[in-house]
């Protein structure tokens, strides 16, 4: 019989928020802008190495450090998604979305710039944010229709 080596708790972890912990800021930012989201990351993976002995036999640790760290978030200015765009003749991005996005609730928020602006699948989105993929559906269609409404943009049928 062939043993397995013994993996320490600090490999374990490491490995862990090696793998998570860009999930977990990105999706903290999308909801609640870059500079909470990287407080709250941090308050967050400390939080999980204090508790790494019931986290880390967690169905969804990654998803239980997501919300741990959105209880984290402290109420601030409203949420600057990204920095405003530069004035020119075509910008790459329509300058109204920054103040549209901030006007969606922060799982809306989540949930479509998780999957329009980097790609997530519903599935990715819903393990993150430990929520069911119909859930991330449902915010992502409130939130399109809510930007659509506010930007005056029609979608033809």
């Not at 790609?119 to 992502?140: D, I, M």
Request: hydrophobic residues 45%.
């Amino acid at each position: 019989m062939v043993t397995q080596p013994q993996v320490t708790v600090e490999e374990a972890f490491t490995v862990f928020m090696r793998d998570a912990q860009p999930r977990v800021l990105v999706a903290l930012a999308a909801a609640f802008g870059p500079e909470a989201a990287n407080d709250a990351s941090a308050e967050a993976f400390a939080y999980a190495w204090e508790h790494w002995d019931r986290v880390g036999g967690m169905d969804n640790p990654a998803g239980y450090v997501y919300r741990v760290g959105r209880s984290r978030v402290r109420p601030r200015k409203p949420v600057a998604v990204c920095p405003p765009p530069p004035v020119n003749p075509s910008p790459l991005v329509e300058p109204k979305l920054v103040s549209a996005l901030g006007r969606l609730s922060a799982r809306q928020r989540a949930a479509v710039v998780l999957t329009e602006g980097f790609g997530y699948s519903l599935s990715e989105v819903a393990e993150l944010l430990g929520v069911h993929p119909s859930s991330v559906r449902r915010h992502r269609e409130r939130a399109l229709r809510k930007l659509r409404s506010g930007l005056g943009v029609r979608v033809d049928a």
